[in-house]
């Protein structure tokens, strides 16, 4: 199992930027791919981005394409998620999970804090 830990998150103005972490610890980060969600309140957990173990495939949900960008540097065991032009509904709870390799579906049910993202008109 690869344990995962979100940081970054913050209170940023609409237009703004953010660079969400995940720093993963225990077997090996590169054999994995790694995916973001969201879970914005009364609302059910949503894809956001993903990014195969090579680097070089990234899938993005309509919402965040454009304006986020997913990356990993697997020498440092840690994927990013740089969000620019945030807006108001980008506001949610973050989380990072390894994700299966076709279509980026989490590989297990189980999730950790997050980091919190609140965007402020």
């Known amino acids: 199992q690869v344990q995962l830990v979100e940081s970054g998150g913050g209170l940023v103005q609409a237009g703004g930027s953010l660079r969400l972490s995940c720093a993963a610890s225990?077997?090996?980060?590169?054999?994995?791919?790694v995916g973001w969600f969201r879970q914005a309140p009364g609302k059910e957990r949503e894809f956001v981005a993903g990014?195969?173990?090579?680097?070089?495939?990234?899938s993005y949900a309509d919402s965040a394409k454009g304006r986020f960008t997913i990356s990993r540097d697997n020498a440092k065991n840690t994927a990013y998620l740089q969000m620019n032009s945030l807006k108001p509904e980008d506001t949610a709870v973050y989380y990072c999970?390894?994700?299966?390799?076709?279509?980026?579906?989490?590989?297990?049910?189980?999730w950790g804090q997050g980091t919190q993202v609140t965007v402020s008109s």
């Open positions: 999970n390894t994700v299966r390799y076709d279509d980026y579906r989490p590989l297990k049910d189980s």
């Open positions: 990014i195969r173990w090579s680097g070089l495939s990234v």
């Open positions: 225990g077997r090996t980060f590169s054999n994995y791919a």
